[in-house]
């Protein structure tokens, strides 16, 4: 079982900048993978990006690439999400999940945080 908590999510104006923290309580294998999701009021779950704990990153959504940055701290589990330039469309909820190597499916998650950006 991995217990995952993200931080980090607020109001803000658009053309602000935000970083989204992601907090996972142990790690299964250096090849895991921690993603960032979104889902905004009847929208789908949308795949934002994603890391291994070694540092691969995964391809960014095509909304976020350029402006959106994955990192993590592996000593200290952690995840973070570094977003500028945010606009309206990028209010969401945001969601941290994790992929076990082993099972290959996003497994574990996150409770999310709201990110609000006003115009």
């Known amino acids: 079982q991995v217990q995952l908590v993200e931080s980090g999510g607020g109001l803000v104006h658009a053309g602000d900048s935000l970083t989204l923290s992601c907090a996972a309580s142990r790690r299964t294998s250096d090849s895991d993978q921690v993603g960032w999701f979104r889902q905004a009021p009847g929208n789908v779950n949308e795949f934002v990006a994603g890391i291994t704990w070694t540092g691969i990153i995964s391809n960014y959504a095509d909304s976020v690439k350029g402006r959106f940055t994955i990192s993590r701290d592996s000593a200290k589990n952690m995840v973070y999400l570094q977003m500028n330039g945010l606009t309206p469309d990028d209010t969401a909820v945001y969601y941290c999940?994790?992929?076990?190597?082993?099972?290959?499916?996003?497994?574990?998650w996150g409770q999310g945080t709201q990110v609000t950006v006003s115009s």
């Open positions: 999940a994790y992929r076990p190597v082993l099972v290959n499916r996003w497994d574990y």
